[in-house]
């Protein structure tokens, strides 16, 4: 005899989805005029640039420090972090929060442009050649035309995980 569905059946299939929406969707933002991407499993907030505490013998990318529930998260420029030049003054800056693993980063970029599914994901094998740090690039995918360079959060932030990065 067979048994109807529960409601623990649905929960199964519905994890499971969300775990598949995760896993291919991406959050685009820009950096001067290249866009960039990272994964929204990792996201936790997005806010706007607030006041920031520096860090004494910090790298230079790391604009400073934010609390944010509880938390005191770094806060990196990835126009510093990839060699870009400085944001012109003026303009709202972004923060996207990003997770992984025990370790929570803030990082600031020009503009948060939107969530778009990304289902297959290209290594370039010359991306060395115009990207020096290849391991912080997940891939390189295409929405409507256009190249995103997808990048690696948990290689961004523990590569860079150099002790500015405090708790409460």
């Not at 001067?32 to 640039?49: K, N, P, Q, R, S």
């Not at 370039?124 to 990048?151: A, P, Q, T, W, Y």
Request: aromatic residues 6%; hydrophobic residues 40%.
């Amino acid at each position: 005899m067979s048994q109807s569905p529960t409601h623990d059946d649905y929960l199964v299939d519905d994890e499971d989805d969300e775990t598949s929406y995760m896993e291919n969707h991406y959050m685009l933002f820009t950096l001067a005029d290249d866009h960039f991407g990272v994964g929204i499993a990792h996201i936790t907030d997005v806010i706007e640039l607030p006041a920031l505490l520096a860090v004494p013998n910090a790298p230079d990318f790391v604009k400073g420090v934010m609390h944010l529930r509880g938390k005191i998260i770094s806060v990196w420029d990835l126009r510093k972090r990839f060699a870009m030049p400085p944001r012109a003054s003026g303009g709202r800056n972004c923060v996207i929060v990003l997770s992984s693993g025990e370790q929570t980063v803030g990082i600031v970029v020009d503009a948060v442009l939107e969530v778009v599914e990304i289902t297959a994901l290209q290594k370039s094998s010359d991306m060395g050649k115009h990207f020096s740090d290849e391991k912080l690039i997940k891939g390189v995918g295409h929405v409507n035309g256009r190249v995103k360079i997808i990048l690696d959060v948990f290689n961004l932030i523990e590569h860079e995980n150099s002790g500015v990065q405090h708790e409460n």
